[in-house]
C-alpha cells in the first residue's frame, strides 16, 4: 500500500525558514518523481514544486522560487521542502503527491501538514 | 500561467439526480505526445485530495462508472449520475501539461 507520510509543519515568524519532510512507502521511491502542492486555508489547490525521480531536476512556482528548495533522499525514501524567508501568504497545508509517470496526474497524496506563517 | 476557470463553484442536488461541472483551460492542453494531461480529483470535508478521473475520461480504480469526464483541447466536463451522499465534496481539475501545473477553483457539491 503507497504511503506518503508529511511532518515538520508548525508555527513559524515570517523571515524564519521551516523544513518539510514526506516519508514514502509502498513503492520504489526511487522510480517515481514527487511534488508539493499546497493549500491555503478555505483555498484551493496550489502546486509548489516537483522534483524527477534522481533530484537532477526541479521545478518550482515563481512564487515560491528562490526562497523554497525542494530535495529528496532515495536511500531513505524521503521527500523534503526546505523553505526559507517565509511569508505570511505561504500560510497552508502542504501535501505531498506523487505524479503518475504514465497518466500525468497525482495518484497519491499525503494527508498533508499545516504551516503557519505569523509574528 | 495556464488559467483553469470551473464553473460552477458550488452545486445543491438531491439524491438521484445528475449533475455536470465545466473546466475550461486558457490553452489547449494537449501535449506534444498527443496526450491531454486534465485531470478530476474529489476533496471530501477535513481529507486530503483523491485521484478521480486522469487524462480526461479514464477512471480511477475503484471508482464508479456513475462518473465520467468527457472533453478535448480547452474544454472539460466531469459528469456525476445518480449522485450519493458519498458523493459530496470539492472537486478539482488539474492540468499536468504546462509548468506551472495548475488546478482549477473547485466546485463543491452540496446534497439536498
Known amino acids: 500500500e503507497v504511503q506518503l507520510v508529511e511532518s515538520g509543519g508548525g508555527l513559524v515568524q515570517p523571515g524564519r525558514s521551516l523544513k518539510l519532510s514526506c516519508a514514502a512507502s509502498?513503492?520504489?521511491?526511487?522510480?517515481?518523481?514527487m511534488a508539493w502542492v499546497r493549500q491555503a486555508p478555505k483555498k484551493g489547490l496550489e502546486w509548489v514544486a516537483t522534483?524527477?525521480?534522481?533530484?537532477?531536476?526541479?521545478y518550482y512556482r515563481d512564487s515560491v522560487k528562490g526562497r523554497f528548495t525542494i530535495s529528496r533522499d532515495n536511500a531513505k525514501s524521503t521527500l523534503y521542502l526546505q523553505m526559507d524567508s517565509l511569508r505570511s501568504e505561504d500560510t497552508a497545508t502542504y501535501y505531498c503527491?506523487?505524479?503518475?509517470?504514465?497518466?500525468?496526474?497525482?495518484?497519491?497524496w499525503g494527508q498533508g501538514v499545516m504551516v503557519t506563517v505569523s509574528s | 500561467d495556464v488559467v483553469m476557470t470551473q464553473t460552477p463553484p458550488s452545486l445543491s442536488v438531491a439524491i438521484g439526480q445528475s449533475v455536470s461541472i465545466s473546466c475550461k483551460s486558457s490553452?489547449?492542453?494537449?501535449?506534444?505526445?498527443?496526450?491531454?494531461?486534465l485531470h478530476w480529483l474529489l476533496q471530501s470535508s477535513g481529507r486530503s485530495p483523491k485521484r478521480l478521473i486522469y487524462?480526461?475520461?479514464n477512471l480511477d480504480s475503484g471508482v464508479p462508472d456513475r462518473f465520467s469526464g468527457t472533453g478535448s483541447q480547452k474544454d472539460f466536463t466531469l459528469k456525476i449520475s445518480r449522485v450519493e451522499a458519498k458523493d459530496l465534496g470539492v472537486y478539482y481539475c488539474?492540468?499536468?501539461?504546462?509548468?506551472?501545473?495548475?488546478f482549477g477553483s473547485g466546485t463543491k457539491l452540496e446534497i439536498k
Open positions: 488539474a492540468q499536468t501539461t504546462h509548468f506551472p501545473l495548475t
Open positions: 522534483i524527477i525521480y534522481d533530484g537532477s531536476s526541479t
Open positions: 490553452q489547449s492542453l494537449v501535449y506534444s505526445d498527443g496526450k491531454t494531461y
Open positions: 487524462q480526461v475520461s
Open positions: 503527491a506523487r505524479p503518475n509517470y504514465y497518466s500525468g496526474d497525482f495518484d497519491y
Open positions: 509502498g513503492f520504489t521511491f526511487s522510480d517515481y518523481a
